[in-house]
């Protein structure tokens, strides 16, 4: 029964490898034609994406901040992203900085 995990046909030397990344690195640059950006940029398609993301962007930037569906999503997202440890909280929740007592003691202290 062969040995599957005999390497002993393969050449180990640097010539063998660095010969073998010129030519990886020659068939890449061979078969690359750059068409991923090229077709971004001439594709009508591509042009209609990119202005509805920008409109959308846009429209979504233009909703008022004093609804209260914005603020509490708002709210939902700083508390799904917040740390899950004390000091992280006390760093995170107010508006200003911390007092030294909540990030010494890892809980929320008196200012």
């Known amino acids: 029964m062969p040995d599957l995990f ?3 046909q393969i050449p180990d030397d640097t010539r063998h490898w660095d010969a073998l990344a010129e030519r990886v690195a020659a068939d890449a640059a061979r078969e690359s034609k750059g068409e ?4 971004f940029a001439h ?3 591509s042009w209609v994406a ?3 993301l920008l409109a959308a962007a846009l429209a979504f930037m233009g909703l008022p901040v004093e609804d209260s569906s914005a603020k509490n999503f708002s709210a939902g997202w700083a508390q799904a992203l917040a740390p899950a440890d004390d000091v992280g909280r006390a760093i995170i929740s107010h508006d200003g900085p911390p007092a030294i007592g909540a990030l010494l003691l890892g809980g929320e202290s008196v200012k």
């Not at 991923?36 to 077709?39: L, Q, V």
């Open 6 to 8: 005999n390497t002993s």
């Open 36 to 39: 991923g950006f090229e077709w």
């Open 43 to 45: 594709s009508r398609a």
């Open 50 to 52: 990119a202005s509805l």
